[in-house]
DNA sequence: TATACTGTATTAAGTAGCTAATACAGTAAT
DNA sequence: ATTACTGTATTAGCTACTTAATACAGTATA
């Protein structure tokens, strides 16, 4: 598991953690189970207090993406895929509701906010994948 | 002009302000050069400290929606309407800019993010266009 | 000039959020 | 029990942001 911190982004620490932590597990790049780093281990290699790490932590388990053993350590959750499938769908949703309303509120027609969104997210396709080529 | 602020989403009061008030001038719902309530008129409306409008009001400048005559008052700016296609277009695809990188990060596939964007698009443009029979 | 409106610069108080220090608590193996 | 790991509750300091109080400044009109 590698993490990067930017401690200039004005984005705090905590949910840097809590967003790179949730896209490998959504990605399916920590499988079920897993064990991850502990509290001390992470926060050491991230230069940062323990107790931000365990508030991460803290809110991961609560979207049910892990699961804290105290005295054991953080383990990824067991997540069915459907149930993973339904909560990417619906994270995703939640951002094209507002560009729906958006661009209905703006008078942009729908065909209009499509080619955008094809555009875009063939521009970040792209980069994902020359990205892997590693 | 009718705003409406609610004192317990969160969201500062002035943002709310701003967001209203950008809503109704790219929606052609403001015309240009139409003269907006003053800051003691608003503030009193919403039961808010003048110097909150203000800020508003200043940041709006910034955005060149609307124009500040000290002594006088404020108006809505003259905005060419192709600067204001370009605007609108520019809102709209920071919305979709992270509806794709959470699409493309997810692994949902392209077609399957355009179906649900158009799928809400509908839902809402309907809502509006049922909205207008006032 | 006087008045009655406009908007505003400065300052301060209040609030919420983030991070960190400390001491504590659970687990497993010896 | 001891050791050496796990995670955590409490507390406190810091910072950034928001809001408000006050006094000030520009404009138009009589």
């Given at each position: 598991m590698?993490?990067?911190?930017?401690?200039h982004?004005?984005?705090?620490?905590?949910?840097?953690?809590?967003?790179?932590?949730?896209?490998q597990?959504?990605?399916?790049?920590?499988?079920?189970g897993?064990?991850?780093?502990?509290?001390?281990?992470l926060?050491?290699?991230?230069?940062?207090?323990?107790?931000?790490?365990?508030?991460?932590?803290?809110?991961?388990?609560?979207?049910?993406?892990?699961?804290?053993?105290?005295?054991?350590?953080?383990?990824?959750a067991?997540?069915?895929?459907?149930?993973?499938?339904?909560?990417?769908?619906?994270?995703?949703?939640?951002?094209?509701?507002k560009?729906?309303?958006?661009?209905?509120?703006?008078?942009?027609?729908e065909?209009?906010?499509?080619?955008?969104?094809?555009?875009?997210?063939?521009?970040?396709?792209?980069?994902?994948?020359?990205?892997?080529?590693?």
């Amino acid at each position: 598991m590698l993490l990067e911190i930017d401690h200039h982004s004005g984005v705090p620490i905590y949910r840097q953690v809590i967003e790179q932590i949730r896209q490998q597990i959504m990605a399916g790049q920590l499988s079920e189970g897993e064990q991850l780093m502990s509290v001390r281990e992470l926060a050491a290699q991230l230069h940062v207090n323990p107790m931000t790490i365990s508030k991460a932590y803290a809110l991961l388990e609560v979207e049910g993406l892990v699961e804290r053993r105290r005295g054991v350590g953080l383990f990824a959750a067991r997540v069915r895929k459907d149930k993973k499938v339904h909560t990417k769908a619906k994270l995703l949703e939640e951002i094209l509701r507002k560009a729906a309303v958006t661009a209905v509120q703006f008078g942009i027609p729908e065909e209009k906010a499509r080619e955008m969104l094809a555009k875009l997210y063939r521009k970040y396709d792209s980069r994902t994948r020359s990205h892997s080529n590693e």
